[in-house]
């Protein structure tokens, strides 16, 4: 782990907090399918001195001097997340998800044009389109929906609503969707009606790169991603594109949505993407998708209803109507055994979004811990245990000793 003595010295109630996550983080376990840790060379390098610079434009075009090395970073990160997911082009500078996408519309369309969404309850995302968000104001976001019956996509009926609307853009990739995506189907529906196709793969991005889930950059205008979750890197974006779009692209991010990027937040994602590249990796992300299977499967077998009745990638969303609980309840009771989780709405939730459903669970972060199929089966039946006993503190007490247990057995950083 970094060394903190200077911090120490200098702001002690800083320092406590971050000794308090730490400890934390060792001890208790993330199921929040968005969360991961990176390595500790990444650690490293967002902790460096390359957050002085200043670098308003890109490698060779800059707007600040002394640049020299800083290019020489940017186009490390460039090249290695090129040859990671078979890009044509990828500007590395966003500084999250939502900017990304925010860069995305921006230089594809103008405000006011229809674009072709997952609803957010079905398992999209703020960016796609909700109405609260600056996607679902500056545009006019159309939504599709999953099956009711099956919770998976219907492509038909996604053409169907493309057909009657004629969008200028469609959205695919999403935030609590368990399974396989069709990019090639949305890729001919866009074609169809001469719209622009764009993938948000920020949770799965990790499983494309390991060449387990389809890619959708051959068939994809432009791709967004963010470089954490299963791309176990720092808290960034990239965007992907098609090389005929590579200007459009850079004059949205800069100067359109952002000014300088954050030079150590670039080169932490090269640090990221140069070991997505190994052979690690790939075990790693197979592991991940293991995981999540066993817990599917678990979770059904103890009575669980799991929207799409399984998972093909990092996650999956508990129904929880039938268990009498709420998925706020279960993430606060869950949180008392020390295990981390996100509510989570199910498609057409009745209740709230504060207040959903469903509870999103994915395996990431416990899988870069080291965890397998024998531990998933005993956090499967704590997080069953901790529902079903969830008025007995005792009960509740024990089960966090175990969770504490096997976290300290499995640790982050040795």
């Known amino acids: 782990m970094l060394n903190y ?10 320092y406590q907090a971050i000794k308090n ?16 840790y990176v390595s500790e060379a990444v650690l490293e390098t967002m902790g460096t001195i390359l957050t002085n610079k200043y670098s308003e434009g890109y490698p060779g075009k800059r707007y600040y001097g002394g640049q020299k090395f800083i290019d020489d970073v940017e186009k490390t990160a460039i090249e290695r997340a090129k040859k990671l997911f078979k890009a044509e082009h990828v500007n590395v500078q966003p500084l999250s998800g939502s900017p990304a996408n925010a860069a995305v519309y921006m230089a594809f369309l103008k405000p006011g044009d229809k674009v072709l969404g997952l609803k957010l309850d079905h398992g999209g995302h703020l960016s796609h389109g909700h109405p609260v968000n600056f996607s679902g104001m500056l545009y006019n976001f159309i939504q599709y ?5 099956t919770g998976r996509i219907d492509m038909e009926n996604v053409r169907k609503i493309a057909l009657k609307e004629k969008p200028k853009m469609i959205v695919a990739g ?6 396989e995506i069709e990019w090639e189907k949305f890729k001919e529906i866009a074609d169809e009606i001469g719209a622009y196709t764009f993938a948000d793969i920020a949770h799965t991005a990790g499983l494309i790169a390991a060449g387990l889930l389809e890619n959708p950059v051959p068939f994809f205008d432009v791709i967004s991603t963010t470089t954490h979750k299963t791309l176990r890197g720092p808290r960034g974006a990239i965007i992907m594109s098609k090389e005929k779009w ?7 991010v800069f100067p359109g949505m952002q000014g300088g ?3 150590h937040i670039t080169a932490a994602k090269a640090v990221a993407f140069g070991e997505a590249l190994k052979s690690e990796f790939k075990e790693y992300a197979k592991q991940v998708i293991i995981n999540a299977k066993t817990l599917s499967e678990e979770m059904k077998n103890f009575g669980f209803k799991i929207v799409s009745n399984g998972t093909d990638n990092h996650l999956i969303v508990l129904d929880l109507r039938n268990k009498k609980i709420s998925g706020k309840e279960a993430e606060t009771i869950l949180d008392k055994i020390g295990i981390s989780t996100s509510r989570s709405t199910i498609p057409n939730d009745p209740n709230p979004p504060m207040n959903p459903s469903g509870l999103r669970l994915g395996t990431p972060a416990i899988t870069t811990r ?8 005993k956090i499967a039946l704590w997080i069953k245990e901790a529902i079903e006993f969830k008025n007995n503190e005792e009960k509740l007490k024990e089960l966090k000793k ?3 247990e096997l976290c300290l057995s499995f640790p982050i950083y040795k």
């Open 5 to 14: 003595e200077k911090l120490k010295n200098q702001d002690q109630k800083i």
């Open 21 to 36: 996550e730490e400890k934390r983080q060792a001890e208790e376990m993330e199921l929040i399918a968005s969360e991961n």
């Open 145 to 149: 929906e999953v099956n009711s019956e």
């Open 174 to 179: 999403y935030s609590a969707y368990s399974r």
């Open 246 to 252: 590579a200007q459009k692209i850079d004059r949205a």
């Open 261 to 263: 990027p954050h030079d």
């Open 370 to 377: 080291g965890m397998k199929e024998s531990e998933i089966k």
């Open 402 to 404: 175990k969770t504490k």
